[in-house]
């Protein structure tokens, strides 16, 4: 993963976690609370794809599963968003263009909110935390769902256009730009460089041979 993809990645996350943890936590909403956390792996990794996905949603749930008030053991969101973040960048374009409807990205959102609800749920139970039960899985499914979505449109658009932002590094194009113009050189000379074009290369040579004939006469003139 790219240095820029990481930095941002880890800001994005770290932000997200603080906002989370001491805000829409504490907004004291009826059934589940609004998972900011996940709509930012959720952008990431329909930017920058699968595998990326699964790492930034591994990290992202890990540093959950440690931040305080933790209840649950650690490692199961880090599970939990790790499948999620993979399952997300499978939707990235292959040409890597942006996506042109919103549909498309909201539905995501729908699904990995009643995804990850019920992974984490599926997960607790194998490790004895029957706690969805007592609270009701499906007012959980239905309002993880609807907060999710009201919260979508503010953030993930952002967070998507802030990725795109990462990858577009100047020096890299050029640098990629100019390796590309020297292999089409080398290709059209098939022996070296080519300098330029054939009108180029001819002024070249005359200036050399110009040199050559000057540097004959100042020695001349030396002697």
Known sequence: MRVNRMLLSTTLVVVALVIQV????RLQLPGAVPDLVLLVVLGLAMVYGHMAGAFIGFGAGLLADLAPPADHAAGRYALVLCVIGYLAGLVRPENGK???????PMAVV??????STL???LVG???GDTAARHVGLGSLLFTAAVYDLLLAPFTVPLIMWLARRSENDPLAESQSAGGADVAAG???????????GQRGGLRLKAAKTRAARAGRIKGVKRL
């Open 22 to 25: 001491s805000v829409l936590s």
């Open 98 to 104: 942006p996506l042109r409807s919103a549909s498309g």
């Open 110 to 115: 729908v699904a990995a909110a009643i995804g």
């Open 119 to 121: 992974l984490y749920a």
């Open 125 to 127: 139970a194998l490790v």
């Open 186 to 196: 080398w290709l059209a000379s098939g022996t070296g460089l080519r300098i330029g």
